[in-house]
Each structure stands twice: as structure tokens, then as C-alpha cells.
């Protein structure tokens, strides 16, 4: 069964950092590009950054120099480094790994939160 399994999100205070996993099973990330996508309440889901097979990355300019997507083809993890973290940055983050316009595979979220 094809899944993605999302962790790592958390509460933290702004300058803060937090890690995001990306966990496979049932299918190879590596034929895979992977994008990061996030929401806030009330707001519509924004992409923020995207890893290609190639491993080639692309940010949206508000997380540029601060967020860093990588990707472990051994493990199967794509991941997203979060650096000094704003309060804007709240969200929940997803992932999303996409072969073709009809064969793609969401992760369930994981909620951010940034906060004095």
C-alpha cells in the first residue's frame, strides 16, 4: 500500500528550528519529486518548496535561506530543515510526492506552530 507518513512537527519559539520527515513505503521516492506544501487556518494551501529526482530545489521566496528540503533515497525520507522560524511560518505542513499528474501521494500533515 503506497503511504507517506509525516513527523516531526511541533511547538517552537520564533528563531527556533524544527526538522520535518517524509517516511515512504509501498513505493521508490527516488522516481519521485517531492513538495512541501503548507496551510494555515483560513488560509489556502501555499507550496513551499519542492525537491526534484535530480535533487535540484526550489523555495518560495518567504522561506528562502531558511528552509532546506533533502532527500535519502536509502531511507526512503525526503526531509525539510526549518531555520529561524517566524510566527507566520504556522502551519500544517504536508508532503507530496508526485511521478505524473494522475500518480501522486499525499502525507497526513503535521502541525507547526511558532510562538513566544
Known amino acids: 500500500q503506497v503511504q507517506l507518513v509525516e513527523s516531526g512537527g511541533g511547538l517552537v519559539q520564533p528563531g527556533g528550528s524544527l526538522r520535518l520527515s517524509c517516511a515512504a513505503s509501498?513505493?521508490?521516492?527516488?522516481?519521485?519529486?517531492v513538495s512541501w506544501y503548507r496551510q494555515a487556518p483560513g488560509k489556502e494551501r501555499e507550496l513551499v518548496a519542492t525537491i526534484t529526482t535530480g535533487d535540484s530545489t526550489n523555495y518560495v521566496d518567504s522561506v528562502k535561506g531558511r528552509f532546506t528540503a533533502s532527500r535519502d533515497n536509502i531511507k526512503n525520507t525526503v526531509y525539510l530543515q526549518m531555520n529561524s522560524l517566524k510566527p507566520e511560518d504556522t502551519a500544517v505542513y504536508y508532503c507530496k510526492a508526485v511521478r505524473s499528474a494522475r500518480s501522486f501521494v499525499w502525507g497526513q500533515g503535521t502541525q507547526v506552530t511558532v510562538s513566544s
Open positions: 509501498g513505493f521508490t521516492f527516488s522516481s519521485y519529486a
